[in-house]
């Protein structure tokens, strides 16, 4: 939690401050009520009494009921404005911090944790902030004034408070010992729960192919019994206490009445009325304390949940970024795309073998080089290191003749065109979508939207939908088909104009005449940039400038298709097992 308080600003902590002031104002003017009720019941039972006496004595337990009222009012205004405030920044630093991740960590924390802790999380610790300056400030300061308060009066009363506090304190404890480890198991068990509903939703179309509806409600249900359990068993304790205050409470006027009874019965004339004064006042005051318990109680219900979530937000935005720019970044002059590999080997951060072991090569600008190997050689694995993704483990990475280390991030991915194996598309507008994010240039208007989508051969299908350039990508492209999601995935990469033009198995949801249309248009229109090419097709990268076959994260094979079908057994069995000998001699 104290890492959460070190994220409030200025102005928060002068509402937190005031709140303070505020809450010390509320609590005397409460406490001093009885006070006030104790010379209304003197004058009440003394002769002579004047009713304007009387009625002033009123007048100022009204103003200090309205004065606490207002008090309640301004802390509570203050506490919402503080939380909401807090919850803001946290989403804001969490979002930014989840952005800066390498793969490494989103991998660690996984996609349905950081949800959970942008949103359930959060939303935790803004209710305690909202509800504990209110409640965990007030309960102490109301305690021990209302003590201090009944300390001088009779020892019976102090006593018969003193043990209904001692059980309070043991109700407390059994919440801290019961419940407390139940939330805190909660908050992962949630985790759990949120990753399989994601996968259900994105997954519902094989869901319902395989007919795997029962299985999957048996996950869920799983997951679901679990958070209900430990629920139950946390809520069961806390259930314990509401009425458990309230019979404390009810036992404990009962009992100052019941021994002021005894005490007024055996005091003198003179005495009883003093005494029936200060058992209205003590009774009072013992409420008061243990009306701060009762909000201690409020605050034990919601501060084991916050703790556990203010340290999984802390873990996230404490969390070393493992990828991170220099501290002098370089900017070269020279915008050529040179892609140079210089005995480049990688191991994954979760550990394992190595992945890609003792990788060189050079890609030159208007060069096409393709890579191709078995499921696992490690090609996908090669590409992403370029921007980025992952840092190497050995070895180095030049682009345009130095280090991708030594180029600040936006930098380097300015100059770098990337379509993933998987095509990913934002809800918004078919232009929205090819014209995306920000290379440091102006973003792409019509015209280059028009031309990056003709190289991509989406032209057709693009102007047949409603809107043509502006019609509606629904979440993840649902409302297109594998191919399109492709095309419009490749388009965008063209439209930011970069360099390097990277495409991680980016062709293998389209037909082959439009594999090709796409190749000789890219051929043509993106002549001088360079083009890196991971696929699974021998047609798709036969005529690639360098072919560089990858078998176990090694080299077996490098050079263009005729020299490896010559030379590379590894290539020629790709090769035999996807084309005739009659297609792979005639082209």
């Known amino acids: 939690m104290i890492t959460i308080f070190k994220t409030f600003n200025k102005k928060q902590w002068v509402f937190v401050f005031a709140s303070l002031f505020f809450i010390v104002i509320q609590v005397w003017l409460d406490l001093k009520l009885p006070d006030y009720m104790s010379n209304v019941t003197i004058l009440v039972e003394t002769a002579g009494s004047k009713i304007s006496d009387i009625l002033v004595q009123g007048a100022f337990m009204m103003l200090c009921a309205l ?75 109301l305690a021990v004034w209302a003590i201090v308060k009944i300390s001088g009066k009779t020892w019976q009363w102090s006593t018969a408070t003193a043990v209904a506090v001692f059980i309070l304190i043991i109700m407390l404890g059994a919440t801290l010992i019961f419940a ?111 009306m701060a318990f009762m909000l201690l109680n409020m605050i034990f219900i919601l501060l084991p949940r916050a703790q556990v979530s203010a340290g999984r937000i802390a873990e996230v935005i404490g969390t070393e970024c493992g990828i991170k720019d220099p501290v002098t970044p370089e900017t070269p002059d020279t915008t050529e795309g040179i892609v140079e590999f210089k005995d480049v080997s990688f191991i994954y951060p979760d550990g394992g073998g190595e992945v890609l072991k ?135 990469a063209i439209a930011r104009d970069p360099e390097i033009l990277i495409f991680d198995d980016s062709f293998s949801a389209l037909d082959y005449k439009t594999d090709r249309d796409l190749r000789d248009a890219l051929d043509k229109e993106t002549a001088e940039k360079t083009k890196l090419i991971v696929a699974q097709r021998i047609g798709t990268i036969r005529n690639a400038d360098q072919i560089i076959v990858l078998d176990k994260g090694e080299i077996v094979g490098h050079g263009t298709h005729d020299e490896l079908m010559e030379s590379c057994t590894t290539y020629q069995e790709i090769a035999m097992s996807q084309l005739s000998k009659e297609e792979l001699s005639n082209g």
């Not at 405030?85 to 930014?96: F, I, Q, S």
């Open 358 to 492: 003792k990788i060189s090569f050079c890609a030159q600008p208007g060069q096409t080089v393709a890579f191709i190997g078995a499921t696992g050689s490690g090609k996908s694995t090669l590409v992403n290191l370029i921007p980025r993704f992952y840092d190497v483990t050995e070895g180095e990475i030049l682009v345009d003749g130095e280090n991708v280390k030594a180029y600040s991030q936006k930098e380097l991915h300015n100059r770098i065109g990337y379509v993933p194996q998987r095509a990913v598309l934002f809800s918004g507008t078919v232009a929205s979508n090819v014209a995306y994010g920000d290379n440091g240039r102006e973003r792409g208007g019509e015209k280059e939207v028009r031309r990056a989508v003709n190289i991509a051969q989406g032209t057709d299908f693009v102007e047949k939908m409603n809107g043509t350039y502006n019609a509606e990508i629904a979440q993840g492209g649902t409302n297109v088909s594998g191919g399109q999601k492709q095309r419009l995935a490749i388009a965008r």
């Open 67 to 141: 004065g606490s009222m207002a008090s309640s009012m301004v802390v509570g205004y203050f506490a919402a404005v503080v939380a909401a405030g807090l919850a803001k920044n946290l989403r804001g630093m969490v979002y930014d911090k989840t952005l800066s991740f390498s793969m490494g960590e989103i991998g660690h924390f996984s996609t349905a944790s950081l949800i959970n802790r942008t949103t359930n999380d959060i939303t935790q610790v803004q209710t305690l902030v909202s509800m504990g300056l209110q409640a965990i400030i007030k309960a102490p300061i």
């Open 180 to 290: 407390v480890p139940r939330f805190r198991k909660i908050q992962g068990i949630t985790d759990k729960l949120n990753r399989i509903i994601r996968e259900h939703l994105t997954g519902i179309r094989v869901v319902r192919a395989y007919n795997a509806e029962a299985y999957q409600e048996e996950k869920f249900a799983e997951a679901n019994d679990e958070v209900t359990d430990n629920n139950m068993v946390a809520n069961r304790v806390m259930a314990i206490m509401s009425p458990g205050m309230t019979f404390i409470n009810s036992g404990l006027t009962l009992a100052v009445y019941w021994i002021g009874a005894y005490l007024i019965e055996a005091a003198g004339v003179g005495a009883k009325l003093t005494l029936f004064s200060q058992m209205v006042v003590f009774s009072n005051y013992a409420m008061q304390v243990i």
